[in-house]
């Protein structure tokens, strides 16, 4: 149950935050109460929010595509621009009235927050999701439950060979920022986040030009797979995604500053599933 705090207490509470630099005190203050248990918790919650952690971590979870999303320390946050991809994602998926579940595949897929939401949004949905980080695949499987499978491991590597060539949606959530600019990132991230969430390489786009080498011998014939990226990377992630035989395509959201590539697989033959 939350915690009923006082209006005096919730000033002082929101007083300590706006104190250690936190933008949207009085907010913030307001999901600590209604998120502690024990008035306790109110005060060591405030305590590691003013050290710098991450206001996700400290109330362990996130807002996402309208679920709440369990989000442990050390898990990449899901960012609300994301949410973005996922309704680009879903103007792909297949016609809910088809014999079979769309399938869809969540790649770094972090806490599980992509594969989720469209999990929750569509009517029939085989989901597998992945990531190489123990500690986000732990929360993933919290987070998707029994909608889905969540497999550890190195992108495509731990995914069942049956998937091969039949899936519809493939979420690729990959690290983008190039490795020069992680010291650049705000201390929420680059202190508390994995850096295998974050460093994309020298120019941000080494793990898309892994994904983007294997993702059409993955899809099914017109399946999709979808990464976000940067504006100023967008072009080059486009090419990127041409050059391992998908149809690329960008689309932008100015209001959330999102940006996301897809590729489809426009053949209709079997090669792609060899």
Avoid: K
């Avoid at 889905?148 to 959530?173: I, S, T």
């Avoid at 011998?217 to 041409?242: C, D, F, K, M, N």
């Amino acid at each position: 149950m939350p915690v009923p705090l006082s209006p005096s207490a919730l000033s002082s509470l929101t007083a300590t935050l706006r104190a250690a630099g936190c933008v949207f005190a009085e907010d913030e203050a307001a999901l600590i109460a209604a998120t502690a248990g024990h008035p306790a918790d109110v005060a060591a919650m405030a305590e590691r929010r003013a050290a710098g952690q991450p206001l996700e971590h400290v109330l362990g979870w996130a807002e996402f595509n309208g679920l709440r999303i369990a989000v442990d320390p050390g898990v990449f946050v899901p960012r609300r621009r994301t949410e973005f991809l996922v309704e680009q994602a879903l103007a792909l998926a297949p016609d809910p009235a088809r014999d079979d579940p769309a399938l869809v595949v969540d790649l770094c897929c972090g806490s599980g927050a992509l594969g989720a939401a469209l999990a929750a949004a569509l009517e029939r949905v085989e989901l597998h999701a992945a990531d190489v980080e123990p500690a986000a695949v732990r929360c993933a499987r919290r987070n998707i439950g029994e909608r889905g499978h969540v497999h550890q491991g190195d992108l495509f590597a731990p995914l069942p060979a049956a998937l091969r060539g039949r899936v519809d949606v493939l979420l690729a959530n990959v690290p983008y920022v190039p490795s020069e600019d992680v010291p650049l990132l705000p201390a929420e991230a680059r202190v508390h986040e994995p850096l295998v969430a974050l460093d994309g390489g020298g120019d941000g786009l080494d793990v898309l030009r892994r994904v983007a080498a294997e993702a059409r011998h993955w899809l099914a014939p017109g399946g999709s797979l979808l990464v976000e990226t940067s504006e100023r990377q967008a072009e080059r992630a486009a090419r990127i995604i041409a050059a391992g035989g998908l149809a690329a395509r960008v689309a932008s959201c100015e209001e959330r500053y999102a940006t996301v590539v897809t590729g489809t697989r426009t053949e209709t033959d079997q090669d792609a599933a060899v």
